[in-house]
Nanobody, 113 residues
Framework: QVRLVESGGGLVQPGGSLRLSCAVS????????MAWHRQAPGKPREWVAS???????YYDNSVKGRFAIARDNASNTMFLEMSSLKSEDSAVYYC???????WGQGTQVTVSS
């Protein structure tokens, strides 16, 4: 059974940084394209970034240059490094395996002074 567990969210001031983690069990995270999504209150869930099995990365324009997706094969974990955070980045962040529609439970990120 595949399980995705996000962590690392919290409260951060505008301009600050956070690193989100997605611990993967039941499959090798490098075996499929992995993605991060987010959902702010009252808004639909939106795609943020993806990493393919080959390690290619893709970002939504709203986060390009500020966010970076990475993975650690030893721990079977995917990361989302977020910097220069803005209030509009506040949302619940989810990791996802698009091919099989696996989702984690999400982690809350709040950017506020």
């Amino acid at each position: 059974q595949v399980r995705l567990v996000e962590s690392g969210g919290g409260l951060v001031q505008p301009g600050g940084s956070l690193r989100l983690s997605c611990a993967v069990s039941g499959m090798a995270h490098s075996a499929a394209t992995m993605a991060w999504h987010r959902q702010a209150p009252g808004k639909p869930r939106e795609w943020v970034a993806s990493m393919t099995t080959a390690g290619n990365t893709y970002y939504d324009n709203s986060v390009k240059g500020r966010f970076a997706i990475a993975r650690d094969n030893a721990s079977n974990t995917m990361f989302l490094e977020m910097s220069s955070l803005k209030s509009e980045d506040s949302a619940v962040y989810y990791c996802n395996v698009p091919a099989w529609n696996y989702w984690g439970q999400g982690t809350q990120v709040t950017v506020s002074s």
